[in-house]
């Protein structure tokens, strides 16, 4: 292998990809209609409760209604949203602050989300966390 065309070729990967991500960039935003549109495809029988949108616009929570003991999360990566469902199993911890909640998650690809959110929003959101881990805490206490 020569060294010198290798290195010739990840120098012209990185200025094509340097050009490309300036020629088009992404601008988009997650809104309700694009969260529900794609956990509607990720998960079909999902019946969509409230949908919070952080600040940055990368990132959602949204309660369901079904399937239950489920909170859907949808991230905005590059130009495509990626969904999952989160259960009792995949949240470890919840902190809140004045501005932001982070979500501390048992999963080594996505560990730590940070939520920031307005006041208003971040007090729903925290009382939609509250009752959904308060409720699994519960039903492990029983």
Known sequence: MDLGLTLGSLVAIVILAFLAS???PNRGRL????????????EPDADIGDIFIDATGKFALVAL??????????R??????VCRLLTDAD???VFKDHARITL?????TQPEITLTMSNDTLKSVADLLEAFT???????AA
């Open 76 to 81: 905005l990566l590059g130009d495509r949203a």
């Open 104 to 108: 501390v998650l048992n999963d080594f």
């Open 65 to 74: 209604k079904s399937p239950a003991e489920n909170l859907g999360l949808v």
């Open 22 to 24: 300036k020629m088009f």
């Open 91 to 93: 949240i470890r911890s």
């Open 31 to 42: 809104d309700d209609d694009r969260v529900s549109r794609n956990l509607m495809r990720y």
């Open 134 to 140: 308060n409720k699994l805490e519960s039903a492990h």
